[in-house]
């Protein structure tokens, strides 16, 4: 009977303690300046590091900022938001990548109203290595010696990128996986890259670009180096070349103006399409496409 007894209550024990360590996690944690992630990280008690509350937080779940602050580097393995608010809520590193996104298939990753910092000597900004969509919407980016976003995926994923401004790095935002199954995509919509060596470039799958300002990149401001690249309603400016497109890649172009770059399009082999609506000036050679006409 005491061995019976004994047994019952240490299920009960460890039921319990399963219990305490689901109810440990929250939809919504919050961090601050000031926090200590030792607190539970709710509005009153918050964590103070982005890695602090996200083991805090349920899948699917939000992490907000409360003030000011730099809430460190991080890995995210499921679906979350990331949500700085009207503060300035910054990720700052230093010879190291800002956010890792090793999310599951089914998983969304929404990175929101985030300062990304590398200080000169920080790898990627957001190296995303998996998930099934991942939403960046109204970040900055600066100081990175790799890519701003990267997006280096071996299967089916989204990525949209909107109202944000990257400035250096090596490459602005790039698909750089060359293999996998299904498609990679990835949208930019109001998105400034500047002062990069590439704006933007795709080794696999489509990037469309709409309403941007890809400006002052050393080499490249669009470049197709394998996949597709459909530009529209943009500025490229002052780059070193405008649009390139190599061997089995495309670019299509509307309503695209390419001003002051060494090379407005650049022959590099593969296609660029217009759709006849493009402004092209004082580029020191102007280039033209190459490819069939889009259908307007």
């Known amino acids: 009977m005491k061995r019976f007894l004994k047994t019952v209550l ?15 996690q929250a939809t919504r944690t919050w961090v ?15 964590c103070k590091t982005f890695a602090g509350a996200i083991s805090k937080t349920t899948s699917a779940g939000e992490i907000s900022v409360l003030d000011p602050g730099g809430f460190g580097a ?18 700052l590193v230093s010879g190291t990548n800002g956010i890792v996104v090793a999310a599951g298939q089914a998983d969304t990753v929404v ?23 991942v939403i960046i919407d109204h970040c900055t980016f600066q100081g990175f010696t790799a890519d701003n976003v990267e997006i ?7 990525v949209t990128v909107l109202d944000s401004v990257m400035t250096g790095g090596a490459i602005g935002v790039s698909i750089d996986s060359t293999s996998g199954p299904g498609p990679v995509v990835a949208l930019l919509k109001n998105v400034t890259i500047q002062g990069a060596g590439v704006g ?29 690249i459909n530009l529209a309603d943009s500025t490229l400016a ?22 002051n770059n060494g090379i407005g399009i650049g022959s590099g082999g593969g296609s660029v399409q217009s759709a006849g609506n493009n402004v092209s000036a004082g580029n020191t050679t102007p280039g033209a496409p190459n490819g069939a006409a889009l259908v307007q």
């Open 10 to 24: 240490l299920s009960v024990v460890v039921a319990f303690g399963f219990t305490v360590t689901a109810h440990a």
């Open 32 to 46: 601050s300046g000031v926090g200590d992630d030792a607190n539970p990280c709710s509005r009153t008690a918050p």
């Open 74 to 91: 991080l890995t995210i393995t499921k679906a979350i938001t990331l949500s700085g608010g009207g503060e300035l809520a910054s990720v």
């Open 111 to 133: 990175l929101r109203n985030i300062e990304f910092t590398g200080g000169g000597s920080g790898l990627s900004g957001v190296l995303i290595q998996s998930a099934g969509k």
């Open 152 to 158: 280096a995926v071996a299967s089916p994923t989204y």
């Open 200 to 228: 933007v470039q795709t080794k696999r799958g489509v990037v469309d670009i709409t309403r941007s300002t890809i400006q002052s990149n050393t080499t490249y401001g669009v470049y197709a180096s394998v996949g597709y």
């Open 238 to 259: 002052l780059n070193g070349t405008g649009v390139l497109a190599s061997a089995g890649a495309a670019v299509a172009m509307s309503n695209v103006s390419l001003f």
